[in-house]
């Protein structure tokens, strides 16, 4: 039997003055019988310093609870004197459950201002409307002492969401730290990109879902005003005249007479001096040297209100309905034009108005 360790970790010294505590950890044990090894965690203990105490932490969580602790008692102490105030017109539930709107709305603002604390521009809207909402509480307040004959006592309990909001003002100073102009840019920059993206994404999911909608309830119509819609837009886009609802063919062009071409008469031998004065005039009817394939014509347009896919293949089905998929397909490429799409969309067609037809013989 063999027994191997792995070795612990090194005991630093101790350092004076460092308060140290007990740690336990572990090392692994390998037991070895008969050439088969087996390894186990054996725990040990070290001693490791403590880090000093982080006072400025301990006096932002206690500064932070106090803050949660005044905001409470002073929606409660608003909430009490606003829906004392409102009770006289409307149900006590109802009056006392809109008295914590005003509390809960510089709050809610309170919130956003901490949220845009990088941006100083975006929570300046977020502040003013913090103190408006904060100031319209205050007032009902002070209403409500002056109306139960104690004005003094109203403008204390206005007080208190005073002290609760500048608790909040302060906490949230503390970690709006102010970004340089470049670093402020680059943050500004990236959410512009990242939030037109999200946009973009959105609007492009929100089209696609309206499509496969269409596609789904509408199916061969859906698919002919599509290819209607890419008709009258291909035009458009390629700066030509609209399309019209007749097959607009390309016009013949007319016959050009025949014009005799006689032999040039002699000409004399010319210098070259008179014959860097005059250039040589090209002759209209020379063809040139090389000659490539006449260009062709546009191609011919279809009508945008004539028969349908689905037309041509009724008409192919009652001619001979055992007409095969790739017939079928090739008469309603000669009909309507080359299609990518026809080589799945006709096949679909075909059995959707073949099962119509079975239903309604049934």
């Not at 994404?201 to 789904?216: I, K, M, N, S």
Request: net charge neutral.
């Amino acid at each position: 039997m063999t027994t191997t360790n792995t070795p612990d970790y090194e005991q630093q010294p101790r350092i004076a003055g460092v308060r140290y505590r007990p740690v336990v950890r572990y090392r692994l044990e390998t037991t070895t019988i008969n050439g088969l090894p087996e390894t186990r965690e054996v725990p040990y203990t070290v001693m490791e310093p403590v880090p000093p105490r982080d006072w400025d932490a301990l006096i932002i969580r206690g500064v932070t609870s106090v803050a949660i602790g005044v905001t409470a008692l002073a929606v409660v102490s608003t909430a009490t004197s606003i829906g004392g105030l409102l009770d006289k017109t409307v149900p006590a539930p109802i009056a006392y459950g809109v008295a914590v709107i005003f509390s809960a709305t510089w709050l809610a603002c309170q919130a956003l201002e901490y949220v845009e604390r990088l941006e100083p521009t975006r929570a300046r809207n977020a502040q003013l409307a913090g103190w408006a909402a904060l100031l319209i509480s205050m007032s009902a307040v002070v209403m409500f002492g002056v109306d139960k004959n104690e004005p003094v006592a109203g403008a204390a309990g206005a007080a208190v969401d005073l002290m609760a909001k500048g608790l909040w003002t302060l906490v949230l100073g503390h970690y709006a730290v102010p970004l340089s102009e470049g670093v402020a840019h680059w943050l500004r920059r990236r959410r512009e990109k990242i939030t037109a993206a999200a946009a973009v994404a959105g609007q492009v999911r929100r089209l696609d879902q309206h499509e496969a909608y269409l596609t789904a309830v509408y199916g061969p119509t859906a698919a002919t005003a599509q290819a209607v819609t890419t008709m009258v837009e291909a035009p458009a886009l390629q700066g030509g005249p609209a399309v019209s609802g007749q097959t607009v063919s390309a016009p013949t062009p007319a016959p050009v007479p025949a014009v005799p071409v006689s032999a040039p008469a002699p000409v004399p031998p010319v210098s070259p001096a008179a014959a860097s004065q005059e250039p040589a005039v090209p002759d209209p009817l020379a063809k040139p040297d090389h000659v490539g394939p006449d260009p062709v014509g546009p191609p011919a347009l279809h009508a945008v209100g004539g028969p349908f896919k689905s037309d041509t293949i009724r008409a192919a089905l009652a001619e001979n309905p055992a007409i095969t998929d790739d017939a079928l397909i090739a008469r309603v490429n000669a009909a309507h034009g080359e299609d990518p799409k026809n080589s799945d969309s006709v096949p679909r067609l075909r059995r959707r108005i073949e099962s119509k037809a079975k239903k309604k013989a049934s």
